[in-house]
């Protein structure tokens, strides 16, 4: 149902308009601004001041006596007394106010309007809650709002610019839906919280160069195109925007956020930029946060105090960081720590504390799916291997937590198994990094290899290496040999002397290889003749000692390898994915 507005300018304004008043009447009625000065007054006077019920009269379509043009009130300069109660009213025309200083609030609560223009203006308090604006709201260029900004469900179906706008008492946009962008920005201030709580906006959320002192809430905001928290925007308490569905990217760079950003359960359809953010960034949750891009530096993550990465999700990077640095921002991030009565009984006791986080591999799993898929196989191996050794390490760590009784000695057992248990991890992660990594395992091979052919290189070299044939060591050449040795006092010559210089007794023997000896004794096969034809003699000298003694550890790390690296190529053990 609809109510015609039937007051007079008499009824409107005790006494009759003023000069000044009339001026806006005749300026209004030629579609023109009454201008009554460049600057926003400081003091009123009779050539300044008008009553905000004029205002009202005009927007609402005025009288014989007051006719607005169809481009509505236009009116610069001006002290506006009283406040201006267009509430649940309706009007086709623009409020257009500049530079104008106004004693009351403005309330357009449930209101209809075509535009509303407060540039520069300076009013106590303003309210649009649930009102409908056909085009643009400008509170912007040194606007000033003492109280609350009241846009709760407000509908704007042009764009929301509060761009060098000063709100003492905060902005509160919860609901908020505009149909372009919404600028906070570029000398933006508000002193009180910025709610913008499941607000919807058709365009871009610009708050580059704005000042939050009481932060930004917007919880499942949802943004057609990009948010910039960028190029000097700071922010003093903590960015909200968990659950927020950003059609576009989100730009932090040279952002300051003093006090934290929750991007719990986002979503970013482009990028998220995170690179040479400003100061120390107490917390930043990413926690089930979807981007497409991931861009960022080392310093911006490091000035994170406190990192929440699981379940984060990104499809490609695009960053200088190499994956030394990816490993470092990894290992960063927040672990949620076991229950307190778990660990009353372990921290009671010095000797029983290492590191009991709960470990979670994800953000180590989607890093490493995202190096894969930009062809760095080598940088997703380091990573699953990193992965493995922390689960590795939780899950000895949470079965130590498990331990029942407070005695130290019924907790030996477990200490124990938990020092056995990482020993062996160790050896698996340095020598087939997990499985990720069995390359690893030929350097090894190298290594052991390389001693084995300057150990008994040596040792054949010194003459402390003898044959090991049944048919020879029964010989009579040897036996002989051996015999003179024995009973020779000075200037004895060592049975393997006749090895060495190529006597009689050594023809037709297997030649000793030092490469091929120790290849020979590394690998379990006895495929190539020098293992069972040649021995270290341990009574012989220190070289046939050592090597006498070397051949078990040898060979059995050459089966060890040999076996667990089978098992790694066929994927018997270690990775999975």
Not at 366 to 375: I, N, P
Request: hydrophobic share 40%; charged share 20%; glycine share 10%.
């Amino acid at each position: 149902m609809t109510v015609e507005y039937t007051l007079k300018l008499d009824d409107v304004l005790d006494g009759g308009p003023t000069e000044a008043e009339q001026e806006v009447i005749d300026a209004c009625r030629l579609g023109h601004a009454a201008r009554f000065g460049s600057t926003r007054p400081d003091t009123p006077t009779k050539e300044n001041t008008i009553r905000a019920a004029l205002i009202r009269h005009l927007l609402l379509g005025g009288c014989d006596a007051a006719r607005p043009h169809p481009k509505g009130v236009n009116v610069v300069g001006a002290w506006v007394e009283g406040a201006l109660d267009f509430q649940s009213c309706h009007t086709r025309l623009y409020l257009s106010l500049h530079r104008s200083h106004c004693t009351g609030g403005f309330d357009f609560d449930d209101a209809e309007i075509a535009a509303l223009f407060l540039t520069g203006s300076k009013l106590p308090g303003l309210s649009l809650e649930r009102a409908r604006i056909e085009t643009n709201v400008h509170l912007r260029e040194c606007f000033e709002c003492t109280s609350t900004a009241i846009l709760r469900s407000a509908q704007i179906g042009g764009q929301l610019s509060c761009t060098k706008g000063v709100f003492s008492g905060g902005l509160n946009g919860q609901g908020l839906n505009v149909r372009e962008g919404v600028f906070l920005s570029n000398g933006f201030e508000a002193q009180d919280v910025v709610n913008l709580h499941g607000a919807q906006i058709g365009g871009q959320l610009s708050c580059t160069k704005g000042v939050f002192s009481g932060g930004l809430n917007g919880q499942r905001l949802n943004v057609r195109e990009g948010v910039f928290l960028s190029d000097g925007f700071e922010a003093q308490d903590v960015v909200n925007l968990h659950g927020a569905q950003i059609g576009g990217q989100l730009d932090c760079v040279n952002g300051t956020f003093s006090r934290g950003l929750d991007l719990e359960s986002a979503t970013i359809k482009l990028g998220l930029f995170w690179r040479d953010v400003k100061g120390d960034v107490p917390m930043l949750d990413l926690c089930e946060t979807k981007a497409a891009v991931l861009s960022d530096d080392a310093a911006s993550w490091q000035a994170v105090d406190t990192l929440r990465l699981s379940g984060f999700r990104y499809d490609a990077l695009h960053s200088n960081m190499g994956v030394q640095d990816r490993l470092n921002w990894l290992d960063e991030k927040a672990e949620r720590w076991m229950p307190d009565d778990q660990l009353a009984g372990l921290l009671t006791q010095p000797w029983l504390r290492p590191d009991f986080k709960r470990f979670d591999p994800q953000p180590y799993t989607q890093l490493a799916k995202v190096y894969d898929a930009q062809g760095d196989r080598a940088g997703a191996a380091r990573i699953l291997q990193r992965r493995e050794g922390r689960i590795r390490k939780a899950m000895r760590e949470r079965d130590l937590a498990r331990v029942d009784g407070d005695a130290k000695f019924e907790r030996i057992p477990q200490f124990l198994s938990y020092q056995v248990k990482g020993a062996i991890d160790f050896i698996f992660g340095r020598v087939f990094g997990y499985g990720h990594q069995p390359v690893y395992a030929l350097g090894w091979v190298a290594l052991i290899w390389l001693f084995g052919v300057l150990l008994y290189g040596t040792a054949y070299a010194t003459g402390q290496m003898a044959p090991n044939s049944d048919v020879i060591l029964t010989s009579a050449n040897w036996l002989a040999s051996v015999e003179q040795y024995d009973s020779c006092t000075a200037d004895c010559i060592k049975p393997m002397t006749y090895w060495l210089e190529n006597k009689p007794e050594a023809t037709d023997y297997e030649t000793f290889s030092r490469g091929l000896y120790a290849l020979d004794l590394f690998v379990p096969l006895d495929a190539l003749g020098q293992e069972s034809t040649w021995a270290p003699s341990k009574d012989r000298g220190m070289w046939g000692w050592l090597g006498y003694y070397a051949r078990m550890p040898i060979q059995l790390s050459g089966w060890i390898i040999t076996a667990v690296g089978a098992a790694v190529l066929t994927g018997l053990v270690g990775r999975k994915d």
